[in-house]
Antibody, heavy 118, light 109 residues
């Protein structure tokens, strides 16, 4: 069974760093790109970027380029999304999603709630 | 900045048919945009419904179908069920970049 399991909720202060994770199981992790999606409170989905775990080729949405870092450790089938200095506006639920092929996304993680507040 | 536009809200009666659309600010949506459709219910993660314009996942109910309609991507629900009340999002591909639509809140009333 394909699963993407994300790390738990986080509460951080502005200026702090954070790395959240998305662990894939039930399939060959290196063969499928993993995307990250932001959903701010009460708002829609926003595409952040995507990584190929096999070679760490990464593509960022222009809106998120330089704001976050996407990475992966194929040895433990895990993708990451990290911030070096959080802002209150980073408060959101973050989802990972598997890209089956160029035309298809299929499995989603359960989401990680990140709350940034002083 | 590319914008993908969906109807903010639609209402349909149980058993009825409704079509949601997804338009691109760059022009007509074609199969090369690889439209994907997702359903999200309150408090849940999104769920994939349609990929590559009209292909269904193994779990996608038969009443959901995808197409291209009048230069837009479209998601049609035929024989709507109460459990179809949800937010629906399209996702389009722009040569490496991807953009979500703003979402359509579908009410079944």
């Amino acid at each position: 069974e394909v699963q993407l399991v994300q790390s738990g909720a986080e509460v951080k202060k502005p200026g702090e760093s954070l790395k959240i994770s998305c662990k894939g199981s039930g399939y060959s992790f290196t063969n499928y790109w993993i995307g990250w999606v932001r959903q701010m409170p009460g708002k829609g989905l926003e595409w952040m970027g995507i990584i190929c775990p096999g070679d760490s080729d990464t593509r960022y949405s222009p809106s998120f380029q330089g704001q976050v870092t996407i990475s992966a450790d194929k040895s433990i089938s895990t993708a990451y999304l990290q911030w070096s200095s959080l802002k209150a506006s980073d408060t959101a639920i973050y989802y990972c999603v598997r890209r089956l092929n160029r035309s298809s996304f299929d499995y989603w993680g359960q989401g990680t709630l990140v709350t940034v507040s002083s | 900045q590319t914008v993908v536009t969906q109807e903010p809200s639609l209402t349909v009666s149980p058993g009825g048919t409704v079509t949601l659309t997804c338009a691109s600010s760059t022009g007509a949506v074609t199969s090369g945009f690889y439209p994907n459709w997702f359903q999200q219910k309150p408090g849940q993660a999104p769920r994939a419904l349609i990929y590559g314009t009209s292909n269904k996942h193994s779990w996608t109910p038969a009443r959901f179908s995808g197409s291209l309609l009048g230069g837009k991507a479209a998601l049609t629900l035929s024989g709507v069920q109460p459990e179809d009340e949800a937010e629906y999002y399209c996702l389009l591909y722009y040569g490496g970049a991807r953009v979500f639509g703003g979402g359509t809140k579908l009410t079944v009333l």
